[in-house]
C-alpha cells in the first residue's frame, strides 16, 4: 500500500546521494625491490608513494557475475539454472596523472612489468637490445602481488568524523595482483593537454569489506522493530541496550525513530503516537533530572 512518509525520511534517504569523484587506491609495490626501482629512476619511498595514489584520477569499482548451468529436466516444462561458479571481470584499469618531473606512473608500471620478464638492470635493458635477445619470465610469485591493490569509495564528509567516519566507506581489495598492460600514450604539437597513463590489472578475484562499520549500516527498521518489540513486552532494559550499545549514528536514530513512529500509528492509531512523544518526553525530563542529582 502507499504510505504518507514525513518530510525526515526525504531527507535521510534521497538527499545524499554517493558521489564518483571521492576514492582512493593503493598501489602495492612491495613485490619488487627497491634497487629494481632505483636502477629505472623511479626511486619508490613512501612519498613518492603517496603521490602515485594521489595522481590515480580513474578507476572502476569491479563487477562480477554468476555462471550458471541449464537444468531441463528436473521438474516436466521447467527450465532452471544453478549456480556452477562466480566470474569476475579479467582485469581493472587505473588511469594516473604522469607528474612533470620524474614521470612517476610510468616509469613505476614499466618497471614493475620489465621485473616480471627479468628486465632488472641497466645492462639487462642494454641486452635487451640485441636483435637475438630473448626473454625468460619469472616465476609468478616473485611478481604477483597477492593482497594490497586497493580501491576504497567514501563521501566527501568522511573526514568529518562521528558518524560518518563509521559508515559510508566500501573498500575493494584485488587478490593476486600484476600490472598485464600499459597504455599507448598519444602526443602532439596541438593544444597542450594533460598527459595520463592508464595501466590495466590482472587478478583472480576481488574482496569487498563491507562488514567493518556495523554501526553505519544499521538497519533502521530492524532496529525499531527491536525496540516497539522489548517495549510492547514490557522490556525496558532491553530496549534501552539495543539503543545505546552500538552507538547509533544520527541519522540511523533519526530513521529508527521515524521508523517507530509509522509503526506503531499503524499498530495503534495516530493518538498513540501523540502518547508515545509525551511519554518520551517525560522519561527525558525524568532522566535528565535524575542525572542533575548530587551535581
Given at each position: 500500500?502507499?504510505?504518507?512518509?514525513?518530510?525526515?525520511?526525504?531527507k535521510?534517504?534521497?538527499?545524499?546521494?554517493a558521489?564518483?569523484?571521492?576514492?582512493?587506491?593503493?598501489?602495492?609495490?612491495?613485490k619488487?625491490p627497491?634497487?629494481?626501482?632505483?636502477?629505472?629512476?623511479?626511486?619508490?619511498?613512501?612519498?613518492?608513494?603517496?603521490?602515485?595514489?594521489?595522481l590515480?584520477?580513474?578507476?572502476s569499482?569491479?563487477?562480477?557475475?554468476?555462471g550458471?548451468?541449464?537444468?531441463?529436466n528436473d521438474?516436466?516444462?521447467?527450465?532452471?539454472?544453478?549456480?556452477?561458479?562466480?566470474?569476475?571481470?579479467?582485469r581493472?584499469?587505473f588511469?594516473?596523472y604522469?607528474?612533470?618531473?620524474?614521470?612517476?606512473?610510468?616509469?613505476?608500471?614499466?618497471?614493475?612489468?620489465d621485473?616480471?620478464?627479468?628486465?632488472?638492470?641497466?645492462?639487462?635493458r642494454?641486452?635487451?637490445?640485441?636483435?637475438?635477445?630473448?626473454?625468460?619470465?619469472?616465476?609468478?610469485?616473485?611478481y604477483?602481488?597477492?593482497?594490497g591493490?586497493?580501491?576504497?569509495?567514501?563521501?566527501r564528509?568522511?573526514?568529518i568524523?562521528?558518524?560518518?567516519?563509521?559508515?559510508?566507506?566500501?573498500?575493494y581489495?584485488f587478490?593476486?595482483?600484476?600490472?598485464i598492460?600499459?597504455?599507448?600514450?598519444?602526443?602532439?604539437?596541438?593544444?597542450?593537454?594533460l598527459?595520463?597513463?592508464?595501466?590495466?590489472?590482472?587478478?583472480?578475484?576481488?574482496?569487498?569489506?563491507?562488514?567493518?562499520?556495523?554501526?553505519?549500516?544499521?538497519?533502521?527498521?530492524?532496529?525499531?522493530?527491536?525496540?516497539?518489540?522489548?517495549?510492547?513486552?514490557?522490556?525496558?532494559s532491553?530496549?534501552?541496550?539495543?539503543?545505546?550499545?552500538?552507538?547509533?549514528?544520527?541519522?540511523?536514530?533519526?530513521?529508527?525513530?521515524?521508523?517507530?513512529r509509522?509503526?506503531?500509528a499503524?499498530?495503534?492509531g495516530?493518538?498513540?503516537?501523540?502518547?508515545l512523544?509525551?511519554?518520551?518526553?517525560?522519561?527525558s525530563?525524568?532522566?535528565?533530572w535524575?542525572?542533575n542529582i548530587?551535581k
Amino acid at each position: 500500500m502507499p504510505q504518507v512518509r514525513p518530510i525526515a525520511d526525504i531527507k535521510n534517504n534521497l538527499l545524499r546521494p554517493a558521489i564518483t569523484s571521492q576514492f582512493e587506491v593503493e598501489i602495492p609495490l612491495n613485490k619488487i625491490p627497491s634497487a629494481v626501482f632505483d636502477e629505472a629512476g623511479a626511486y619508490v619511498n613512501k612519498n613518492n608513494e603517496w603521490r602515485l595514489r594521489l595522481l590515480c584520477t580513474e578507476a572502476s569499482l569491479p563487477g562480477s557475475e554468476l555462471g550458471t548451468t541449464e537444468i531441463m529436466n528436473d521438474r516436466t516444462g521447467v527450465t532452471e539454472f544453478h549456480v556452477n561458479r562466480r566470474n569476475y571481470d579479467p582485469r581493472i584499469d587505473f588511469t594516473f596523472y604522469v607528474n612533470a618531473d620524474n614521470y612517476i606512473p610510468i616509469r613505476v608500471f614499466e618497471c614493475w612489468m620489465d621485473y616480471c620478464v627479468n628486465l632488472n638492470s641497466t645492462k639487462d635493458r642494454q641486452d635487451s637490445k640485441s636483435p637475438n635477445y630473448f626473454y625468460r619470465m619469472r616465476y609468478p610469485d616473485e611478481y604477483i602481488a597477492d593482497t594490497g591493490l586497493k580501491i576504497v569509495k567514501f563521501e566527501r564528509d568522511w573526514a568529518i568524523g562521528g558518524e560518518r567516519a563509521r559508515g559510508g566507506v566500501l573498500e575493494y581489495e584485488f587478490i593476486r595482483a600484476f600490472p598485464i598492460a600499459i597504455s599507448s600514450m598519444p602526443v602532439q604539437y596541438d593544444s597542450s593537454e594533460l598527459l595520463k597513463v592508464t595501466v590495466s590489472f590482472s587478478y583472480i578475484r576481488y574482496v569487498m569489506n563491507k562488514g567493518y562499520w556495523t554501526t553505519g549500516n544499521t538497519d533502521p527498521v530492524k532496529l525499531a522493530g527491536g525496540i516497539v518489540s522489548d517495549l510492547v513486552g514490557g522490556n525496558l532494559s532491553a530496549a534501552w541496550r539495543r539503543l545505546t550499545s552500538a552507538g547509533i549514528p544520527g541519522h540511523v536514530a533519526n530513521a529508527a525513530g521515524n521508523s517507530i513512529r509509522s509503526i506503531v500509528a499503524f499498530a495503534f492509531g495516530d493518538e498513540a503516537v501523540n502518547k508515545l512523544r509525551g511519554g518520551s518526553r517525560w522519561v527525558s525530563n525524568t532522566w535528565n533530572w535524575l542525572s542533575n542529582i548530587g551535581k
